[in-house]
């Protein structure tokens, strides 16, 4: 009888906790308080294109998941800006958006690319 009345509490449980799980938001997605979020790993940065408000300044938080690649260097060559990615760490990129256009970025080899669109 126990066990019977413990089965039915945890399925019960189980039941509503699921229905609690939210679905992801834009903000979850690749942007929070602390920036837009981009992960680069051994295929290349993930997203390849993200959007910031157009003449305005905007935050990239490139994270490198991968030893694998070129991924350890960062280019913005628009800007003169470089720099390294160490393994599982944050690092911040502030940039001010152009009025219309977009921002390049790139590996240190040029062969991983990505950019901001200005909207």
Known sequence: M???MLCALLALTTTAFAGCKKSPT???????ASGIRIT????????TSVTAAAGKPARLVFTR???????????????????D???NQPVSVDVTMPATGSIAFACGMD???GSVVAK
């Open 2 to 4: 126990k066990a019977r």
């Open 26 to 32: 834009a903000t979850q997605a690749g942007s929070d």
């Open 40 to 47: 680069v790993d051994a295929e290349g940065y993930h997203p």
């Open 65 to 83: 998941t991968s030893d694998e690649g070129c991924g350890q260097q960062l280019v913005f060559p628009q800007l003169d800006i470089r720099k």
């Open 85 to 87: 990615l160490p393994l």
């Open 111 to 113: 062969m991983y690319r």
